[in-house]
């Protein structure tokens, strides 16, 4: 299974599948694996604009340095390469559940 020969169409419904499966699964994800799903799912949909919050409440502070954190290891990839990233990451972590053809 080469990903980087899959045109963009059939890498699109991929993707969309591998976000549906995982964000259907009952798994429980570590969070450094939830960690690089957001950040490759945001990257790929181009929804990657990091905001500085003014005074976050509480926990909001740490939770958004994590996933600045993350967005930020992620940048140096192509939207197409976290495509490709996040759908190997589903297939490795929900196994039977996503299956590639």
């Known amino acids: 299974m080469d990903l980087n020969t899959y045109s963009e169409e059939v890498l699109n419904e991929l993707f969309e599948t591998a976000y549906t499966k995982v964000s259907e699964t009952q798994k429980k994800f570590p969070q450094d694996v939830l960690l ?14 990091l905001r500085v919050t003014q005074n976050p409440i ?3 502070k740490l939770v958004s340095a994590f996933k600045a954190n993350a967005m930020f290891q992620v940048k140096k990839f192509s939207e197409r390469e976290s495509k ?8 490795k972590h929900l196994g039977d559940e996503f299956q590639i053809k």
């Open 36 to 49: 690089y799903f957001y950040a490759y799912y945001k990257h790929a949909k181009n929804e990657s604009d």
């Open 58 to 60: 509480d926990g909001e």
């Open 84 to 91: 490709i990233k996040y759908i190997k990451l589903a297939k």
